[in-house]
């Protein structure tokens, strides 16, 4: 799995000119789903994100986590984390899962996350969205659960 991971002040999420999710302060996870991976995966990270101590003290340093800040959640699937361009300039999916291997881990994702007490959004799994982040600091992390073997 890989994950670009937004600390927010606000963030939400169109379909069809419809707002469909909507966070305060937290993480809009942009979520990428291979195909090797499975609950494990998922289940790494979750516990990497929740963990991230990426949110301000009350010295202004980052030494807090989502749970001690009571974040909220976005969470939006993204196959283009795993576009391919090793030939050319068009982008292959063939290391993506497959739609149906990819939404019930993108579920599962998510429930973990909710599992773990957290106010969780979504967007909806192979839709054309509109993403609005208003990004805070700004923080972007980058994780990928392929590195930790």
Partial sequence: MRA?????THA?????????GEI?????????????????????????????RAFP??????????????????????????ADLSRG?????TQAARP???AALFERFVALLRERGFTVATGRFGAMMDVEIHNHGPVTIVLSTDAWG
């Fill in 24 to 52: 305060g302060l937290g993480w809009c996870v942009l979520l990428g789903i291979g195909h090797d991976d499975d609950e494990r995966t998922a289940v790494q990270l979750v516990d990497r994100i929740v963990g991230l």
């Fill in 4 to 8: 670009v991971c937004q600390r927010v």
């Fill in 100 to 102: 149906e291997v990819a």
């Fill in 12 to 20: 939400r999420v169109r379909v069809d000119g419809e707002i469909i």
């Fill in 57 to 82: 003290d009350e010295d202004g340093r980052m030494a807090r986590s989502a749970a001690d800040v009571g974040a909220e959640f976005l969470v939006i699937s993204q196959i283009t984390l795993h």
């Fill in 89 to 93: 300039r068009r982008p292959s999916f």
